[in-house]
């Protein structure tokens, strides 16, 4: 069992930045695919980014390429999301994931999750 805890959450101005972390319990993390998803009040959870185990390869959507950049450090069992130039529309609860069939863009493909951070863009 992977347990995973977002952190970094917050208030943020349009055209701010924050940076979200994501700690997990388990030893062989480097084992598992990371990745963020991100649900708006009444919305579906969405794909934010993804990133293999080795960090070698992400994926992002459409909406944050080019803004969020997602990283991981084996070492400290963390994964990050590194968000730019953020928007209001960037309002929502992100969640952190973790997938043993490592890089996926659904919601589906991962195993464990963590129980979210809450960002707030202001306009």
């Known amino acids: 069992q992977v347990q995973l805890v977002e952190s970094g959450g917050g208030l943020v101005q349009a055209g701010g930045s924050l940076r979200l972390s994501c700690a997990a319990s388990e030893r062989t993390f480097s084992n598992y695919g990371m990745g963020w998803f991100r649900q708006a009040p009444g919305k579906e959870r969405e794909f934010v980014a993804a990133?293999?185990?080795?960090?070698?390869?992400?994926y992002y959507a459409d909406s944050v390429k080019g803004r969020f950049t997602i990283s991981r450090d084996n070492a400290k069992n963390t994964v990050y999301l590194q968000m730019n130039s953020l928007k209001p529309e960037d309002t929502a609860v992100y969640y952190c994931?973790?997938?043993?069939?490592?890089?996926?863009?659904?919601?589906?493909?991962?195993?464990?999750w963590g129980q979210g951070t809450q960002v707030t863009v202001s306009s």
């Open positions: 990133i293999s185990w080795s960090g070698g390869n992400t």
């Open positions: 994931a973790a997938a043993q069939t490592g890089l996926v863009r659904y919601k589906e493909d991962y195993d464990y």
